[in-house]
Nanobody, 124 residues
Framework: QAQLVESGGGLVQAGGSLRLSCAAS????????MGWFRQAPGKEREFVAR????????VYADSVKGRFTISRDNAKNTVYLQMNSLKPEDTAVYYC?????????????????WGQGTQVTVSS
């Protein structure tokens, strides 16, 4: 079973950019759909984006559409989340997750492998 490790979080001013990375161990990375979720203090974990096995057909939450881009490099066992035009409301711990195909990519239960998370803080 793959293990996931996120990196790239940090403190950025509103309007700035960050790129998160999620490195996977194991040889089965390319067989998983990969997702990004986030969780702010006192709130439930929420869906951000998902990408298919081949890297096509990305799906985004409405709140990040047009600002965030998910991508993957199967040769490097890594999935990325490029975040532009960041807002204070994007502040959260960001998690990457791996799972099989699901008609509902936003469901937390659809992912069975999770990373430990990386903190993103956007100051106003």
């Amino acid at each position: 079973q793959a293990q996931l490790v996120e990196s790239g979080g940090g403190l950025v001013q509103a309007g700035g950019s960050l790129r998160l990375s999620c490195a996977a161990s194991g040889r089965t990375f390319s067989s998983y759909f990969m997702g990004w979720f986030r969780q702010a203090p006192g709130k439930e974990r929420e869906f951000v984006a998902r990408i298919s096995v081949s890297g096509s057909s990305p799906v985004y939450a409405d709140s990040v559409k047009g600002r965030f881009t998910i991508s993957r490099d199967n040769a490097k066992n890594t999935v990325y989340l490029q975040m532009n035009s960041l807002k204070p409301e994007d502040t959260a711990v960001y998690y990457c997750a791996a799972g099989g195909w699901s008609p509902t990519p936003s469901r937390v239960a659809g992912y069975n492998i999770w990373g430990q998370g990386t903190q993103v803080t956007v100051s106003s």
